[in-house]
């Protein structure tokens, strides 16, 4: 089944704690991208990555990092988490970066930290 | 000014009738357009996709835009109860990297 995964799909940790979130394509896709989704902000981008090896900052970077070792796998990694980054996170991945490809959304994790 | 902006709702209608959903946005280079729909605790799903100026059907949804005035609509004919849902306006930017959503509109469709 053609699908992105992440995991965890919850995860509750404190301050400071480096933390990992993965996100991984069964299609060949080209393109993928992180998203945070607040209540009242929607959906806002973190990073994205238009291949292997390149990857580029979105609206709301800051205290966040990516990595696109592989085609198929896209982790975030919070270095020191905070509150402020308790949020609901999509990993999403396209087929290309032609910009009129859908984009194909994984489930979400939701994170807390306090 | 946000760059991409919709009314945040609720937006209430009957069944069987017409919803209208509006977005506007900032970057007059934009050149793609989406509506994904959002279910309450689940990912966003594509509905429609609009490249050009003019109306664009697929079944009982039509994607409306018009470049010269920053706009786009989602019409949903005959809505559905399962219609109700939160629907996501996303704009690409020129170069097809950054895709900018809106805080999406709460449908809901009374049976």
């Known amino acids: 089944e053609a699908q992105v995964t992440q995991n965890p799909r919850y995860l509750i940790t404190v301050t400071g704690k480096k933390l990992t979130v993965t996100c991984s394509q069964n299609?060949?896709?080209?393109?993928m991208s992180w998203y945070r989704q607040d209540p009242g902000l929607g959906l806002r981008q973190i990073y994205y990555?238009?291949?292997?090896?390149?990857?580029d900052k979105g609206d709301v970077p800051e205290g966040y990092k990516v990595s696109r070792k592989e085609k198929r796998n896209f982790p975030l990694i919070l270095e020191s988490p905070s509150p402020n980054q308790t949020s609901l996170y999509f990993c999403?991945?396209?087929?290309?970066?032609?910009?009129?490809?859908?984009?194909?959304f994984g489930p979400g994790t939701r994170l807390t930290v306090t | 000014q946000k760059e991409v902006e919709q009314n945040s709702g609720p937006l209430s209608v009957p069944e069987g009738a017409i919803a209208s959903l509006n977005c506007t946005y900032s970057?007059?280079?934009?050149?793609?357009f989406f509506w994904y729909r959002q279910y309450s605790g689940k990912s966003p799903e594509l509905i429609m996709s609009?490249?050009?100026?003019g109306d664009k059907e697929d079944g009982r949804f039509t994607a409306q835009l018009n470049k010269a005035s920053q706009y786009v609509s989602l019409l949903i004919r005959d809505s559905q109860p399962s219609d109700s849902a939160t629907y996501l306006c996303?704009?690409?930017?020129?170069?097809?990297?950054?895709?900018?959503f809106g805080a999406g509109t709460r449908l809901f469709v009374k049976a």
């Open positions: 999403a991945s396209s087929l290309e970066t032609s910009g009129k490809d859908e984009q194909y």
């Open positions: 299609m060949n896709h080209e393109y």
């Open positions: 990555s238009m291949n292997v090896e390149v990857t």
């Open positions: 970057d007059r280079g934009s050149q793609s």
């Open positions: 609009i490249y050009s100026n």
């Open positions: 996303a704009v690409q930017n020129t170069g097809g990297f950054k895709t900018i």
